[in-house]
T-cell receptor, first 114, second 112 residues
Framework: GAGVSQSPRYKVAKRGQDVALRCDPI?????LFWYQQALGQGPEFLTY????????KSGLPSDRFFAERPEGSVSTLKIQRTQQEDSAVYLC????????????FGSGTRLTVV | QKEVEQNSGPLSVPEGAIASLNCTYSDRGSQSFFWYRQYSGKSPELIMFIYSNGDKEDGRFTAQLNKASQYVSLLIRDSQPSDSATYLCAVKGGTGGFKTIFGAGTRLFVKA
């Protein structure tokens, strides 16, 4: 597609529920990133994929967070047993040139845990 | 100390003026520096990136980097009301790893 596509756009989850957030990067983009952005803050790094390989997952806040990109294109961020502190906008970004050149963000998924 | 620090603002400038946005970073080995613009309710959009000391110009935007002072700035000439947004400074470390660290952003208001 023309841009990075994320779905759903909004997600309301009850505390303890599992959620799955989808990212469809720009076609051909090798690098894919997930970020979490709380209200009034800058995006915080979660994880990085180069093709299907997850090369950096140092930003995932707990073992409740899991990301995959099995075929090197679409990626899914899964959050198990959601907590209120997980409420944030989850941003996916992709790049054809790697982390040193900046990237294109998707519109994000706003997750609200009630 | 935060890894990337920005004044939260708001910074208010009149239309046509130069807006100056500043950022400091803590990792002296950082290699790549970015400015993103984020409109309210939207996702960040890359404006510019800079790697070398000095100035880099792109249209009305100029990025300035001083690695010795660990300082990055963005100048917006002939500011327009449409430039009103939050500007995020971001830094890619040079010590391995793949993360880019973002500041919390500076809110800019351009008054017509």
């Amino acid at each position: 597609g023309a841009g990075v596509s994320q779905s759903p756009r909004y997600k309301v989850a009850k505390r303890g529920q599992d959620v799955a957030l989808r990212c469809d990067p720009i076609s051909g983009h090798v690098s894919l990133f997930w970020y979490q952005q709380a209200l009034g803050q800058g995006p915080e790094f979660l994880t990085y994929f180069q093709n299907e390989a997850q090369l950096d997952k140092s930003g995932l806040p707990s073992d409740r967070f899991f990301a995959e990109r099995p075929e090197g294109s679409v990626s899914t961020l899964k959050i198990q047993r959601t907590q209120q502190e997980d409420s944030a906008v989850y941003l996916c970004a992709s790049s054809d040139r790697g982390p040193n050149y900046g990237y294109t963000f998707g519109s994000g998924t706003r997750l609200t845990v009630v | 100390q935060k890894e990337v620090e920005q004044n939260s603002g708001p910074l208010s400038v009149p239309e046509g003026a130069i807006a100056s946005l500043n950022c400091t970073y803590s990792d002296r080995g950082s290699q790549s520096f970015f400015w993103y613009r984020q409109y309210s309710g939207k996702s960040p959009e890359l404006i510019m990136f800079i790697y070398s000391n000095g100035d880099k110009e792109d249209g009305r935007f100029t990025a300035q980097l001083n690695k010795a002072s660990q300082y990055v700035s963005l100048l917006i000439r002939d500011s327009q009301p449409s430039d009103s947004a939050t500007y995020l400074c971001a830094v890619k470390g040079g010590t391995g790893g793949f993360k880019t660290i973002f500041g919390a952003g500076t809110r800019l208001f351009v008054k017509a």
